[in-house]
């Protein structure tokens, strides 16, 4: 059985011990112990006044016993591993160390993190490869220029339906906000650009590609060539209205700011909802309005260069009769009017031939000449209809595009071709 007075010492401690031991017996002196050892004279008074000391165990390095630096960062390690296998699998290393921070309470750099992974196998290093794209510089005030578009992904990655994000992002500060809705058209970007408004302001500009949602691809009509102006989208429409320019961006690439913005929330919010087990729109939307937006603002946004906020207040401005869909209707004689493919009774006598029909977001259909409201009612029932046959009669379908051949017993067939009648 070993004695506890055993000590562990290495080949160099051994002779620095012996060495040491000739200076304290006076056969060596400091300088030449120094020349052996290959240290300087102070450190062989140090090394002797331990001795002196601690006797023999003096010369023993003070680390000799404890607990390596290294062993208590493998442990981490190893947990950190777990943990990310456990909850964070698929996280990048960036958003995975804020996680870990903000749930777990364990603070590892984000190059320490990403190092360990790829060495567990669990994420590649990637690499950029990116053509030539000029760089422009942003907008110098918040509010000269928004970017919007339309997402379509996975967000809730198979846990629920895959609903459109619409997003918008300040070009001078990068501040976002976003919405979930079903599909990308007039009715989600005029609803998500109401609330941005109510939200910010009116912006100066908009920044969107030339999809059907934002852009008019329909022929120019001869009163819109008479007035010098081009078609318009109800989106464009309503901008225009509002004093916002419509500027169309004509690659991804153009608009790459918004581009990268959904970049970053496929990666990032999609995590974040899977934490949280979102499935439906409607939690996705409350989780941005309630925290998600303002603390990626926070986090990512900038300063703009002029500190002047160029929103516009809305003020007085009805913005459902701006951001809604209109359209010129005739009134009969009857004072009735159609409208996709329904019939409205007007009920005060107008002399207005036409009147504007605006259908709101909620379902909501408002007649108006100029800008006075007209009283209304929609006709559920009517007395006749052309298109039902007659008792008696049969009604013979005929299918688009062909034509109708009578049948054997047709009246038409009764007679021939120039006979007398």
């Known amino acids: 059985m070993y004695n506890k ?68 960062e493998v442990r981490k390690q190893k947990q950190v591993i777990k943990i990310y296998r456990t909850k964070y699998l698929g996280f990048g290393p960036t958003l995975a160390g804020e996680k870990l921070k903000e749930i777990d309470g364990i603070e590892v750099s984000k190059e320490t993190l990403r190092k360990w992974l790829i060495w567990e196998g669990l994420w590649e290093r990637k690499r950029k490869h990116r053509g030539y794209r000029q760089w422009r510089e942003r907008k110098q005030y918040l509010g ?8 379509h992904h996975d967000w809730f990655e198979g846990r629920g339906p895959k609903p459109v994000l619409m997003g918008y992002i300040d070009d001078a500060t990068g501040r976002i906000y976003c919405r979930f809705y079903d599909y990308e ?44 102006k081009e078609p318009q989208s109800e989106f464009g429409r309503a ?24 970049g970053t929330l496929q990666d990032r919010l999609v995590k974040e909802m899977r934490l949280k087990g979102i499935k ?25 260069v002029n500190r002047q906020d160029l929103h516009q207040k809305v003020g007085k401005i009805d913005l459902r009769r701006i951001l809604c869909i209109k359209a010129v209707r005739a009134v009969r004689n009857d004072y009735t009017i ?74 038409w067939r009764k007679f021939k071709v120039g006979a007398a009648v």
Do not use: C
């Open 185 to 228: 058209g007039t009715w989600p970007v005029m609803d998500s650009f109401k609330r941005y408004v109510r939200k910010n302001g009116i912006p100066q500009s908009v920044y969107a590609d030339r999809h059907s949602t934002y852009q008019s691809w329909r022929e120019t009509r001869i009163k819109e060539e008479l007035e010098g």
């Open 338 to 411: 159609s409208y996709s493919g329904r019939l409205y009774q007007i009920l005060e006598k107008t002399r207005a031939q036409t009147i504007t029909v605006e259908e709101q977001y909620n379902g909501m259909i408002k007649l108006y000449n100029d800008k006075e409201q007209l009283q209304h009612k929609e006709i559920i029932f009517r007395s006749y209809d052309r298109k039902m046959p007659k008792r008696g009669e049969v009604k013979h379908e005929v299918q688009p595009g062909k034509q109708w051949i009578p049948p054997a017993d047709h009246p």
């Open 239 to 262: 901008l225009e209205e509002l004093g916002v320019r419509l500027i169309a961006a004509y690659s991804p690439q153009a608009k790459g700011r918004i581009e990268r913005l959904f």
């Open 144 to 151: 000269e220029m928004v970017q919007v578009d339309g997402s």
């Open 280 to 304: 439906t729109k409607e939690e996705g939307n409350e989780f941005l309005e309630k925290g998600y937006l303002r603390r990626y603002n926070e986090q990512f946004s900038v300063q703009a």
């Open 5 to 72: 007075d055993i000590i562990m010492a290495s080949r160099e401690e051994l002779k620095r011990l012996y060495v040491v031991k000739k200076v304290i017996e006076r056969e060596l002196s400091q300088v030449k112990a120094g020349e052996l050892l290959g240290l300087s004279e102070r450190q062989v008074r140090r090394i002797e006044g331990r001795i002196r000391e601690e006797g023999e165990r003096g010369v023993v390095h003070r680390l000799r016993g404890r607990e390596s630096v290294r062993k208590t």
